[in-house]
Every structure is written in C-alpha cells, then in structure tokens.
C-alpha cells in the first residue's frame, strides 16, 4: 500500500498521522539565533524568517517529511507603485540557488532600493468574513485556530514617504497550511497608483529534473490557492493567480535550457490597476499554500479537502434540496408540501421556472414574502435562480472587448459589466430583494468570470486596468454578505473561498437526457471522480423528474410511480455518497408508494448524516463490468465508516471485498454491519484493510457500517 510505505518512510504512524488523529499541539510562533530569526510553525510545517538587515524567509520547511520547501531566497513581494517597481524584503549575496546553506545567510545584504522591514506583530487568526450558521454543517471551528505574524515594511529612503506595507502571515493548527497576504496603507497625503503586486515568491525544490524538456512538466508538490479564482468548476482551472515559471537565478539546474518551472510567483493576471487614496488603504487576495506529504492521489484529495473544510467550513452545509419547475404560488406551495411530508429542507425556484430576482416592485416581493414565511411555517427554505453572465443585456452596460472597442467576444460572448450602472443596480436589486422577502437561497448562474472591461464610461470602474480586479469585488464582496446572513448559495464556479456552499460535482448536462439506465452509472461515475478534490458537500448532481435537454420519455422519471427502480437508484447512490442533487420538476412524488421510496432513503441520510458527509475513499470505479464501491471515514466519529456498495448488474455477485480502513484510525479490529443487521468484528492486516463478503441482488445497493 503506497500510503503506508510513505507514512513510515517520514515517521509517521496512524497515531500520529494529522488527517487520522487530531492535532492538538497549537502553532507557535519562536524567536532564535539572538532574535534575528523568527519562526513560524505548527509541528507539520514550519516557515523562518530572518529579519535583519532585511526580512525574508530563510527557510521554509515540510516537517512530515523532513524535506526543505525551498531552494534560495526572494523577496517577500514586489509592488508597483507610482511608475516604479520596488521589491519588499529580501536579501541579496546568494550565488548557488540549487541549494541555500544557512550558514552563509549572515554574508547577506539588503536591496537599497526595496522596501525595509521595521518591525512584527504577532496575533490569533481572525476570521475574513461573519458565517451565520442557520443550518446543518460540519464541526469545523470557524476561524480555524492558529497564529498570525504580520511584518510591517516602509519605502525605501526618499521614496513615498508616509506610505507603509505590511504582509501578513495565517498558520492553521494540525494542517500543513499557511495563508499569505499584502496590506497597503496611504499616509503620503497624496494619492499613490497601484499597477500591480506580486504577493508570493518562492524559489521551491524541483519536483524533476530533466536536461530536455517534456510536453507537460510536473510542478512542486505543493497546492497554491488563492481566493482571487472564477471560471472554473475545479481549483485548477479556477487558477486565476499561481504562476510556475524558470526561475533566472538558478544557473545550475539540469535542464539544458533552465526552464524547469520551480519559482513559484503569486500575481493577478491584470492590474488592480488602483488609485489608494490619502489615509485609505489596499488589501490584497489571499494565497493559500498546502504542503503535501504524499503523491499518492487518495492521499493528496484528502489534504485538499481537509483544506476546504477548514477555511471554507460552510461548504459542509448539505442540505436536502427540490427544484420547483414553477414559480407561481401554487407549484411552490405543493413543493413545499412534499418536501415537508417526505424530510427534504429546502426548495428552489429553479431557472426556467418565472422567478426574478430582480423584480422588486411591492406586489410581487410581498407574494414571495408570503411564500417564504409559508415554508418556514414548514421548517423548509426557500430561495431561487438568477442568470448573471452568460447573456446580453445592452451595448452601454455589456463589457466591452479590448481589441474591438466594442461589446462581444466575452468569455460567455456577451455579458453585462458589473461596474457598468446595470451592474450595479442589479447588486442593489438582489440584496433588496433578499433582505425584505427573507429568501434563505441564491442559486447565481453564469457568475462573474473573470471579463476584462475596456468601457471608461462605466461608473464602476475606471477603464481596463482596474475591471477585472473591481468586478471580483463586486461579486466577492456580494457573496460574503450572503455568507453572513446565512443565505446559502448554489454557485456553478469556484468561489468557495469567497462565501460559495456548492458547485457543479462535474457532469455533462446533455447526460440527463440520455436513457435512464445509462444515466444511473454515469451518475455514479461523476460522484466517484468529483469526490477525489470535493467534499460530498461540495458539488451537486442532477436528477430529471421531468425531461431536460431532451430524450423524452425514455430519459424522464415522470410518472414517477411508473419507473421506481431508476428514481430509486438515483436516491440511493446520491443520498448513499453524501451528493445532494437537483431534483428538477414539479414534484417529487406522486402515489404513496413513491413517497415512501423517497422517505426511505431521506431517513437513510439522515441517520448517517456525519459519516455520509464525511470524506470518500476511492475503493473502485464504477464501470458497469462489477460491483463498484465507496468508503466514507470519520475517524473522529462513533461510526468511522460507511461502505457503499452498488451491483449494476443483471445477476446476484457474492464475493470477497477488500475494504481500506487506514483513514478510518481502526488499528487493530473493526466491528462491522451491513444495513441494521449483527455486528461482526473483524482484524484487520498489516496494512489496515478487512476482507467482507458481499451478497448482492441484481441491480441492487447495500451498505456496511464500520465502527
């Protein structure tokens, strides 16, 4: 087993294993060598910084594996401010930068033209934005505990006099993670331009070291995620801001050409392009840097997702959710209803259904007001869809394309600027609108995806330079505001980091109106895949109660009580991994038989609710041939699994099945159940795993508790 191989090759053992056994040691932050070093670290990771005669990080190191992070000395930024490029921190005399010796840090000297570092501050993390927990989520503690340090830097002598620049620095506690992240404060009396930042810089050991150059090089194994992210279903095509490039100082790498992609530059692809003006201030996106102890691809997905959890723990909130196909009173009330009857918690006025948002004239919020209070009179939630980008509102208020000067040729095409006075009345709209109905849910389609804007006509920016980084704003700002009234939001990009519940798990949405039988294994296929980078919580799936994109009575569950066997599947294998779905239509049952299917497997979740939310191990695919299966771990719960079995095919199987129960801290011997039968205790070898027999029907599902 790769995992274990690796474990002891670092030292580690499951007690001792930080994604197995909580960590308890708190971060620390540690002066050394006579005060000219401070070090911040947390037993998994540490990060030091020598501080005369100018701060930078001196050494940045992987704890798990006893293995340096970095390679030589950068500066701790580079801004540009009024014309000119000023680099902050750093120390210059390093020659060798496959390798940086401490000892010859002491014969370092400071950049005369950088800015200089003054002094620190140490404090407790705090948290970016208020999260109004109005229903079920994880345990996560919010903020996540831990330690700040914030270096506090001045110009250059001569140089922009009154103006200062401080970085500061977020470690969390039992996670290998650091946050980073530049303010900027304006007491020069006279406005300073910001043309751009470059907020990390990290000279980082090679991953491989080739003399020629291949098609696709492997980077660091390091996670860099930063908060500045949209149009992308996925934190690596989100990736707006972390650049790996060659790094010209290192003159002794293997690559013939030196294009061995290890400087790590953390930068916006454009501007902000701001005027701060006298006695306000600039704040920069966040950099998140994960360190990995592992290649192994379970391994890595459960330090990616532990990250989520910790510093976006609002994407833990799960709840059970209908599509209304129709927005007008009486579709609404039914929805509600059945949902009610059957334990679902929420209901959306789903995109095509009439509702706007954007209305808000007296008579239709107090019908929606109306609405709302109905549903939770029931104990449900109610919210709706809006379309932001993705279509055309106007010439004067669409973005305008820099190489045409005119509108078109947007991401989506078309699409409206939000800094155009469209834009901004929309904003106005939506928040108005929520705030007097009490709506609990945003479904935000088409959301800001990164649309540059060459307009110097609209009020909301200045011209190009600054769009993309006022528009950001624009939607960040919006989402947080949700994420402190506890307005859940259903948002088809990756703005987890800004306040975003969920996206998209990742299907191609033509599927559903396919067959109904190929639906149910491409469904399962598109949970095990989605889940190796999200949480459960994190993405949602799709079920067509009624025809969509297509397909006709062949792909639809409508009658529902006519095609039982397809709709329960759906309800098992999504409730089953933990996914919650779109169930798109009018209503969600429609005889009593198929209430009950429903309730049965809304109870199931419900039972399990903690260890189906929990996180999945990949046991094997779904690919139609044999049995496929999930393993959902806990190891800080009572049921530290849940193995999720499903047969696609036409015949009973009974066979052995290897289960690994490293992650769920299971040791020595595991009590095991499948469904509410006896209890059977099994030991498990030396690498974690037990062998169960499983007997499974036709076309069937089962499922083994592990305590």
């Given at each position: 087993m790769v995992l274990l191989i690796t474990g002891l090759a670092s030292g580690n053992t499951i007690d001792s294993d930080w994604l197995v056994t909580q960590i308890k040691e708190p971060v620390r932050i540690e002066k050394k060598l006579a005060d000219k070093e401070i070090v911040l670290g947390n037993t998994?990771?540490?990060?030091?910084?020598?501080?005369?005669?100018?701060?930078?990080?001196?050494?940045?190191?992987?704890?798990?594996?006893?293995?340096s992070i970095i390679r030589g000395i950068k500066p701790e930024a580079i801004v540009e401010l009024d014309g000119h490029t000023y680099e902050v921190g750093g120390l210059q005399g390093q020659v060798e930068y496959g390798y940086l010796l401490a000892s010859q840090v002491d014969s370092f000297t400071a950049n005369a033209d950088a800015f200089v570092f003054r002094r620190y501050e140490t404090g407790g993390t705090k948290e970016r934005f208020g999260w109004k927990r109005k229903r079920y989520s994880g345990r996560s503690i919010w903020p996540p505990p831990g330690k700040s340090l914030t270096l506090h830097f001045e110009p250059p002598a001569g140089r922009l006099n009154g103006l200062r620049l401080s970085i500061h620095y977020e470690m969390y506690q039992g996670i290998p993670l650091l946050a980073k992240w530049l303010k900027i404060s304006n007491g020069t009396g006279k406005p300073v331009r910001l043309k751009t930042f470059?907020?990390?810089?990290?000279?980082?050991?090679?991953?491989?070291?080739?003399?020629?150059?291949?098609?696709?090089?492997?980077?660091?194994?390091?996670?860099?995620?930063?908060?500045?992210?949209?149009?992308?279903?996925?934190?690596?095509?989100?990736?707006?801001?972390?650049?790996?490039?060659?790094?010209?100082?290192?003159?002794?790498?293997?690559?013939?050409?030196?294009?061995?992609?290890?400087?790590?530059?953390?930068?916006?692809?454009?501007?902000?392009?701001?005027?701060?003006?006298?006695?306000?201030?600039?704040?920069?996106?966040?950099?998140?840097?994960?360190?990995?102890?592992?290649?192994?691809?379970?391994?890595?997905?459960?330090?990616?997702?532990?990250?989520?959890?910790?510093?976006?723990?609002?994407?833990?909130?799960?709840?059970?959710i209908m599509h209304v196909r129709q927005a007008d009173p009486e579709s609404v009330r039914l929805a509600i209803d059945q949902c009610a009857e059957v334990g679902f918690e929420m209901v959306i006025m789903t995109f095509g259904s009439g509702f706007n948002m954007e209305n808000i004239k007296s008579d239709y919020v107090a019908q929606m007001k109306e609405l709302v209070d109905y549903a939770h009179s029931k104990n449900i939630e109610l919210g709706g869809y809006s379309l932001l980008a993705s279509r055309r509102i106007s010439d004067e208020h669409d973005v305008v394309n820099p190489q045409t000067d005119k509108p078109g040729g947007a991401i989506f095409g078309n699409s409206p600027c939000l800094g155009s006075q469209w834009g901004i009345d929309y904003f106005e709209n939506i928040t108005t609108f929520i705030t007097r109905t009490g709506l609990d849910l945003l479904e935000h389609d088409g959301s800001y995806p990164g649309d540059v804007c060459a307009s110097k006509s609209h009020p909301g920016h200045h011209g190009l330079g600054d769009s993309q980084w006022k528009q950001?704003?624009?939607?960040?700002?919006?989402?947080?505001?949700c994420r402190g009234r506890g307005v859940y939001l259903n948002v088809p990009d990756w703005y987890f980091l800004s306040g975003s519940n969920k996206s998209g798990m990742g299907y191609r949405e033509v599927n559903w109106s396919l067959p109904r039988e190929r639906q149910i294994i491409l469904g399962r296929q598109n949970i095990f895949d989605g889940t190796w980078k999200k949480t459960p919580s994190m993405g949602w799936m799709f079920v067509p109660l009624v025809q969509y994109h297509g397909g006709g009575a062949a792909a639809t569950l409508e009658p529902l009580s006519e095609h039982l066997d397809a709709y329960g599947a759906h309800l098992a294998q999504n409730f089953g991994s933990g996914v919650q779905a779109c169930y798109r239509?009018?209503?969600?049952?429609?005889?009593?038989?198929?209430?009950?299917?429903?309730?049965?497997?809304?109870?199931?979740?419900?039972?399990?609710?903690?260890?189906?939310?929990?996180?999945?191990?990949?046991?094997?695919?779904?690919?139609?041939?044999?049995?496929?299966?999930?393993?959902?771990?806990?190891?800080?719960?009572?049921?530290?699994?849940?193995?999720?079995v499903c047969n696609p095919l036409d015949r009973r199987v009974k066979k052995q099945l290897k289960l690994p129960l490293y992650y769920t801290g299971l040791a020595q011997t595991a009590r095991i159940c499948?469904?509410?039968?006896?209890?059977?205790?099994?030991?498990?070898?030396?690498?974690?795993?037990?062998?169960?027999?499983?007997?499974i029907a036709a076309n069937g599902v089962t499922w083994f508790v592990i305590e």
């Open positions: 998994l990771i540490s990060r030091t910084f020598r501080l005369l005669p100018n701060a930078a990080t001196v050494a940045y190191d992987n704890l798990m594996t006893g293995q470059t907020s990390e810089i990290l000279a980082a050991v090679e991953y491989e070291s080739l003399v020629g150059e291949p098609r696709r090089w492997e980077y660091p194994n390091i996670h860099v995620e930063s908060d500045y992210a949209f149009h992308g279903d996925d934190s690596k095509n989100a990736n707006k801001t972390a650049h790996w490039l060659a790094d010209p100082q290192y003159g002794t790498q293997v690559n013939y050409r030196r294009q061995t992609p290890v400087m790590l530059e953390v930068r916006p692809p454009l501007g902000p392009d701001l005027a701060i003006e006298p006695g306000s201030k600039f704040e920069s996106f966040r950099t998140y840097e994960l360190i990995f102890d592992s290649t192994e691809r379970e391994r890595k997905g459960l330090s990616l997702r532990r990250m989520y959890r910790t510093i976006a723990p609002w994407s833990t909130e799960n709840p059970i950001w704003k624009k939607i960040s700002d919006f989402y947080k505001w239509g009018p209503r969600l049952y429609d005889t009593e038989q198929t209430k009950a299917l429903v309730k049965k497997w809304v109870d199931f979740y419900k039972e399990y609710r903690d260890i189906l939310d929990s996180d999945i191990i990949h046991v094997r695919r779904p690919d139609g041939r044999d049995i496929d299966c999930i393993l959902h771990v806990n190891p800080q719960l009572k049921r530290k699994g849940l193995a999720m499948e469904q509410h039968g006896p209890y059977k205790e099994y030991r498990l070898d030396r690498e974690y795993n037990v062998e169960i027999t499983i007997d």
